[in-house]
Nanobody, 125 residues
Framework: VQLQASGGGLVQAGGSLRLSCAAS????????MGWFRQAPGKEREFVAA????????YYADSVKGRFTISRDNAKNTVYLQMNTLKPEDTAVYYC???????????????????WGQGTLVTVSS
């Protein structure tokens, strides 16, 4: 199983980026998927998650109203549309997939079994 994240780059504050995470090796259409990020010198933090079987999405307060998570099950891909980016959004962004077997919640990194390699997002002021 592999998760391949892409779409990161350098953008000015107020700009937008769309991250993609393509899964291969198995279908995650019925399982939760999420995005986390890790800024230099900081711990990895939850950004957003989606569970289509529940019809629900989840967001960190810091990105609510600016970021949108979505997925295309036909492509086995999850997206993170990031608008109105701020310098504090600068981080390596990781996608993750959960089989919902572990103890934890959408907001907990240890709940996710599979991780992508990360894509760097840099927001300049």
């Amino acid at each position: 199983v592999q998760l391949q994240a892409s779409g990161g780059g350098l953008v000015q504050a107020g700009g937008s980026l769309r991250l993609s995470c393509a899964a291969s090796g198995r279908s995650f259409s019925t399982y939760p998927m999420g995005w986390f990020r890790q800024a230099p010198g900081k711990e990895r933090e939850f950004v957003a998650a989606i569970n289509l079987s529940e019809g629900r999405t989840y967001y960190a307060d810091s990105v609510k109203g600016r970021f949108t998570i979505s997925r295309d099950n036909a492509k086995n891909t999850v997206y993170l549309q990031m608008n109105t980016l701020k310098p504090e959004d600068t981080a390596v962004y990781y996608c993750a997939a959960s089989l919902a077997r572990r103890i934890g919640t959408y907001y907990t990194s240890s709940w996710y079994e599979y991780w992508g390699q990360g894509t760097l997002v840099t927001v300049s002021s």
